[in-house]
């Protein structure tokens, strides 16, 4: 079964400093996907990125960027220069391919980011 | 931008009660799913939905819970008998075509508080 393990439950930087999410995940297919989700205090998820599993290259989006290895089944997040508008729930989810073409979404339980100001 | 909607965004309910949550999803999708998140917890699957009928559902939605779309636009989530534990907020999302790849667009959510 798939799992997505988020070890970090709660993390508060002071604004413009970098900040590094954690996500370990699990599963036995050999393709797959992983996402990032941000969840502001207004509750909406919001779609980051999305890697598959054939893809190691990092990825960078502004101040946004992700390290995804797959010899240890990591999809690291990392914000530079962190902002308070930063401020969610980030969580990881991955999407196995098999089983059909249901490829629901299992999430982690999210990291809590606070940047103050 | 085409986007998933939900109604309510608050729905107030006394246990025992059925509700139905609605969901408009984007309309040339085909995939279909509910997920929910208890307060302070991580986001759960319940059910996918493609064809007119479920294509799979988790250990969550049991007989309490049911999902149509009785036209060609709505999706709906019913729970039959409302419980205190089915305070969650519900999203539901689609997906345009089969295949991982293609990305969950996610409703707003609707809170549902069951008192």
């Known amino acids: 079964a798939q799992k997505v393990t988020q070890a970090q439950t709660e993390i508060s930087v002071v604004e413009k400093e970098d900040v590094t999410l954690d996500c370990v995940y699990e599963t036995r297919d050999t393709t797959y996907y992983l996402f990032w989700y941000k969840q502001p205090p207004s509750g909406e998820l919001v779609f980051l990125i999305r890697r598959n599993s054939f893809d190691e290259q990092n990825e960078i989006s502004g101040r946004y960027s992700w390290n995804f290895q797959k010899s240890t089944s990591s999809f690291n997040f990392t914000i530079t220069a962190s902002q308070v508008v930063d401020s969610a729930v980030y969580f990881c989810?991955?999407?196995?391919?098999?089983?059909?073409?249901?490829?629901?979404?299992?999430f982690g339980k999210g990291t809590l980011l606070t940047v103050n100001p | 931008e085409p986007e998933v909607t939900q109604t309510p965004s608050h729905q107030v309910t006394q246990m025992g009660q059925e509700v139905i949550l609605r969901c408009v999803p984007i309309?040339?999708?085909?995939?279909f799913y509910w997920y929910r998140q208890i307060l302070g917890q991580k986001v759960e699957f319940l059910v996918s939905?493609?064809?007119?009928?479920?294509?799979?559902k988790s250990e969550i939605f049991d007989d309490q819970f049911s999902v149509e779309r009785p036209d060609g636009s709505n999706f709906t989530l019913k729970i039959r008998s409302t419980k205190l534990e089915d305070s969650a907020m519900y999203f539901c999302a689609s997906r345009e075509r089969p295949g991982a790849r293609y990305e969950q667009y996610f409703g707003p959510g609707t809170r549902l508080t069951v008192t």
């Open positions: 309309s040339n999708h085909l995939y």
């Open positions: 989810a991955l999407s196995e391919v098999s089983g059909g073409s249901n490829y629901k979404l299992t």
């Open positions: 939905f493609y064809n007119n009928e479920i294509s799979e």
